[in-house]
């Protein structure tokens, strides 16, 4: 018999699921595979209501109606929706126009990324989502306050958005095989591909209107640390921490680089990155390649646990992501379907890009940095994770989540391999490195964004000095931190935050080999995607034995 706990949190995700029926679909729920998220005013205006009273109820569950367990599946929800009532000051869908368009793209994208139906289902459902993006633009159009709306979140709506009519008219219709299913889908594109041009057309004209800041500001950027991720420090101690390591990792990198060629870490990765394949396509391979060296690795030295039938895809980013993501990215298996197939997406420029551009962001992709890349991404970084996090009987835990464990445990996966020797040679190690030293960059930058103390072209310089990006890599990179506060610091803040987990866990237990990290990464991968304060009592719980949990994934 289900507990009053677990019944509360069915009505919640019953909610949440009528709420996004794209999140539904992501999480393998094909029964909401025809509909579209509504983007009205009432419906945003309802959310906020909802969140606000869902926090209250949660929060009113005490420890004694709970098992151990559960109090985590609780203290997580909690920390989700305090998170969202934090922002929804900030009123993101009066000043964030991709709030109208990433439903459509995702929600279409995600059914044949996974294909969990039938071709013609899948057809169905794409058309149906399709037709409703007149109405999505339509809502954007008249709900975005562009006063309030800054430049960046503009300026990557429009390149989203006509990247969005290309894949909506393009790339969508050859999805199906069949000539009927084929046309009614192409019908549906170029109504959605008619909308997303509007779309851009109405953002382009708009520009000179749109004059809204994109910094939070201190007090919320701290409150989001704190009472979201429950870290113990805010967003100026977070800064120090970002400069410390940052210059910490640069003494160590500047070490590798000299017995590489003699010069500064900067210098050599310099001359390193201009060592790369000579098409997106080549970068594509060089990354397969390297993603399968890496599960070999882990196999070979049983680090961690592969579960069976698990499979990681290397393939190229979703077009109409390409204007807003120079880096590589993940998508994990649907949450509630048996597949651990995880997709691995390659940074693609975008259409129309010219030559000189596509050099420079492969330059960002060079030969001796892709090694890290495929192990933050793959193996044991996101896929890895990710399809362990699956094995937790959980629901909450098997969809909610946050970046600071995420992508901690990825930065985490290349430290750790590092550690146990996969980077052999002296280049490889050097862009391990500098991968940390470019989260480091991020953190300074992220936080200084949003307290209002770095301007946007400051921003990238300090990318492009610090962080060994090429500048159209930098744009992107800083346009996505001034649309997403707090996400760009995830990376080395949880990455610190699991070393420090896993040095008591191994001295609480004497015993650091490998079969003790092994236990170590199968349980508080398996233990979901928790706040890492979550996460060390997940496999800290009395009476756990993690290895048997470890073995059972």
């Not at 439903?103 to 039938?118: K, Q």
């Not at 072209?457 to 996505?480: C, H, I, Q, S, Y």
């Amino acid at each position: 018999m289900a507990s009053s706990f677990a019944a509360l949190v069915d009505t919640f995700l019953e909610e949440a699921y009528e709420d996004s029926p794209t999140l539904a679909s992501s999480l393998g729920l094909t029964d909401y595979d025809e509909r579209l998220d509504d983007t009205s005013a009432g419906s945003f205006r309802r959310r906020i209501e909802r969140d606000g009273a869902w926090l209250g109820r949660v929060r009113a569950v005490g420890d004694a109606e709970l098992s151990p367990a559960e109090r985590i599946d609780r203290d997580l929800l909690v920390s989700v929706l305090h998170g969202r009532t934090l922002v929804e000051p900030l009123e993101a869908w009066r000043r964030q126009p991709a709030t109208y368009l990433n439903p459509s793209l995702n929600g279409v994208f995600s059914l044949f990324l996974h294909r969990l139906r039938p071709e013609r289902e899948l057809a169905d459902a794409a058309r149906a989502r399709l037709l409703e993006v007149p109405r999505t633009v339509a809502d954007g159009i008249a709900h975005l306050d562009l006063g309030r709306t800054p430049r960046v979140y503009l300026d990557r709506a429009i390149g989203q958005a006509r990247a969005a009519s290309t894949y909506a008219r393009e790339i969508v219709p050859n999805e199906v095989a069949e000539p009927a299913a084929k046309r009614r889908l192409a019908e549906a594109g170029a109504a959605a591909a008619k909308a997303f041009e509007e779309f851009a057309a109405y953002l382009e004209t708009n520009r000179a209107r749109a004059t809204g800041d994109h910094a939070i500001g201190e007090a919320l950027y701290s409150a989001l640390l704190t009472q979201k991720e429950l870290l113990p420090f805010g967003a100026r101690e977070l800064r120090e921490k970002g400069t410390e390591q940052w210059d910490l990792l640069s003494a160590e990198a500047n070490r590798i680089a000299k017995e590489i060629d003699g010069g500064s870490w900067q210098e050599t990765c310099g001359r390193l990155n201009k060592i790369h394949a000579p098409t997106p396509d080549g970068m594509r391979e060089e990354y397969a390649i390297w993603t399968e060296r890496a599960r070999a690795f882990l196999r070979d030295t049983g680090l961690v646990t592969l579960p069976a039938g698990e499979e990681c895809s290397v393939e190229p980013s979703p077009p109409f992501q390409r204007p807003i993501l120079a880096v590589a990215s993940y998508q994990r298996p649907p949450a509630f379907k048996d597949t651990l197939h995880g997709h691995f997406f390659v940074p693609y420029p975008p259409d129309g890009t010219t030559d000189a551009e596509v050099q420079a962001r492969l330059e960002g992709n060079c030969s001796a940095g892709i090694p890290t890349t495929a192990v933050h991404e793959a193996y044991p970084g996101h896929h890895w994770h990710l399809v362990m996090a699956k094995s937790n009987p959980s629901a909450v835990r098997r969809i909610f989540g946050t970046p600071y464990f995420n992508e901690g445990w990825a930065l985490y996966a290349e430290r750790v391999m590092r550690e146990q020797g996969f980077f052999t040679d002296p280049k490889h190690l050097l862009y391990q490195y500098e991968a940390t030293i470019f989260r480091a960059a991020r953190i300074v930058v992220d936080t200084s964004l949003h307290l209002g103390e770095m301007t946007f072209d400051e921003a990238v310089r300090f990318m492009v000095e610090k962080g060994n990006l090429t500048e159209p890599n930098a744009r992107a990179e800083v346009g996505r931190y001034c649309s997403w506060p707090t996400q760009a610091s995830s990376y080395l803040t949880g990455m610190l935050e699991i070393v420090d987990i896993r040095t008591r866990w191994l001295a609480r237990r004497g015993a650091s080999d490998r079969p003790a990290l092994r236990a170590f990464h199968d349980a508080i991968t398996a233990a979901g995607m928790l706040p890492t304060t979550l996460a060390e009592r997940a496999i800290s719980q009395p009476g756990q034995s993690l290895t048997a949990e470890a073995s059972s994934s």
